[in-house]
């Protein structure tokens, strides 16, 4: 089974609209990360969640790390056509260990 | 401030041939990782190395090998290709200054396809 599980797998939305990305592990979370990946390009770090329950923000996107459920929540408000593309989470299990990633949501935002 | 850089962006090889991909990390990192990600997949890890050694390695067979010169850049090699090889590869880097937390920064990638 996968280690990491992304939900859901594809999300197409109207603009404007809020939306939300799960992540949960099957192993304890030391550290979190989300990536957003354009097609067929590299990814580009969005934001990076410590151990312990965590929440950041920047511009319309927030993300938070439930320690107990071993999940995490990307949560876009008022979605743009530039929010569209492929989000990924990272996980890093001991501080220590190469990052393991989710296979991915992919975001269309529609007009 | 260059980003890390990868190449070339594509490339075409034949099944059984060798392939050299080529990485220089972000000014001021000293830790390179090597990803593969297949159409549709999340990346999976393949190598990390540093001080020119490899630290850490992934579920990949001996033909995928690679290098760390004292630049900090690297190159990942794949001998006898296999069309189960065709897919992205990105490579990232990072500075173990940083702090045991510290975000991947990625380059672009290089799309090989075996054919």
């Known amino acids: 089974s996968q280690e990491l599980e992304q939900s859901p797998q594809s999300l197409i939305v109207q603009e404007g609209k809020n939306l939300t990305i799960n992540c949960t592990s099957s192993?304890?979370?030391?550290?979190l990360y989300w990536y957003k990946q354009k097609y067929g390009e590299g990814l580009i770090f969005l934001m990076m969640?410590?151990?312990?329950?965590e929440e950041k923000s920047h511009e319309k996107i927030t993300a938070k790390l439930d320690e107990k459920k071993q999940q995490s929540s990307l949560h876009i408000t008022a979605s743009q056509p530039s929010h569209a593309g492929i989000y990924l989470c990272?996980?890093?299990?001991?501080?220590?260990?190469?990052?393991?990633f989710g296979k991915g949501t992919r975001l269309s935002v529609i007009a | 401030d260059a980003g890390v850089t990868q190449s070339p962006t594509h490339l075409i090889k034949t099944r059984g041939q060798q392939v050299t991909l080529r990485c220089s990390p972000k000014?001021?990192?000293?830790?390179v990782s090597w990803y593969q990600q297949a159409l549709g997949q999340g990346p999976q890890f393949i190598f990390q190395?540093?001080?020119?050694?490899?630290?850490q390695r992934g579920n990949f067979p001996d033909r995928f090998s690679g290098h760390q010169f004292p630049n900090y850049s690297s190159e990942l090699n794949v001998n006898a290709l296999l069309l189960g090889d065709s897919a992205l590869y990105l490579c990232?880097?990072?500075?173990?200054?940083?702090?045991?937390?510290?975000?991947?920064?990625f380059g672009n990638g290089t799309r090989l396809t075996v054919t």
């Open positions: 990232a880097s990072s500075s173990l200054g940083e702090g045991r937390l510290r975000p991947l920064h």
């Open positions: 192993k304890t979370l030391y550290g």
């Open positions: 969640l410590q151990k312990g329950g």
């Open positions: 990272g996980a890093d299990h001991s501080g220590n260990t190469p990052l393991v």
């Open positions: 000014s001021g990192h000293d830790t």
């Open positions: 190395y540093y001080e020119e050694e490899e630290r």
